[in-house]
């Protein structure tokens, strides 16, 4: 005959209080785990903007190198990179200047005409420009310089 948690023997059949506070107790745990490592949409926010602002480094160091204006061009999908080769544009395809789509949940604050086209010269200069990239009701600016430094500022 099994013996209870209380030292008595029973015919009945089923779990202690004991054994399942021990259950619930491991069932919080995990639990715990799991919420603490689910990324949060300011991380998400935070990671999508450092790239972005990583690849627009690589862009213009690939203008200087390459002695070719080099462009960013940013729409609801994502951004891709663009060299002049004459008086025409050929689209850049090798890391870190592949195409790339927005992540997260990642959202851009376009012109009217969906599109943001950041230009770099082949000394590295460009025109200032800001954008905005939103995921809830988080914000960062991404900000290009005319000395075509890039940096990222958190927002509200």
């Known amino acids: 005959m099994p013996i209870s948690a209380t030292g008595k023997t029973s015919a009945e059949r089923g779990f202690t209080?004991?054994?399942?506070?021990?259950v619930l107790a491991i069932v919080g745990l995990m639990t715990a785990?799991?919420?603490?490592?689910?990324?949060?949409?300011e991380s998400t926010l935070a990671r999508e903007s450092e790239r972005l602002a990583a690849r627009l480094l690589a862009a213009r160091d690939h203008a200087i190198l390459?002695?070719?204006e080099?462009?960013?061009?940013?729409?609801?999908?994502?951004?891709?990179f663009v060299e002049r080769q004459g008086k025409t544009w050929k689209p850049l395809a090798d890391d870190p200047l592949a195409?790339?789509?927005?992540?997260?949940?990642?959202?851009?604050?376009?012109?009217e005409n969906g599109e943001l086209r950041v230009s770099f010269?082949?000394?590295?200069?460009?025109?200032?420009?800001?954008?905005?990239?939103?995921?809830?009701?988080r914000r960062t600016v991404v900000r290009v310089l005319g000395s075509g430094e890039v940096r990222v500022d958190g927002g509200a």
Do not use: F, H, K
């Not at 209080?17 to 021990?22: H, K």
């Not at 195409?99 to 012109?111: C, E």
């Open 121 to 137: 010269d082949s000394v590295g200069m460009s025109e200032a420009q800001a954008l905005t990239l939103m995921n809830d009701d």
């Open 70 to 80: 080099t462009s960013a061009i940013l729409d609801t999908r994502g951004y891709r």
């Open 66 to 68: 390459s002695n070719r």
């Open 99 to 111: 195409d790339a789509a927005w992540r997260g949940g990642t959202i851009p604050a376009l012109p």
């Open 33 to 41: 785990v799991v919420v603490v490592n689910l990324p949060s949409s």
């Open 17 to 22: 209080l004991v054994e399942m506070m021990v």
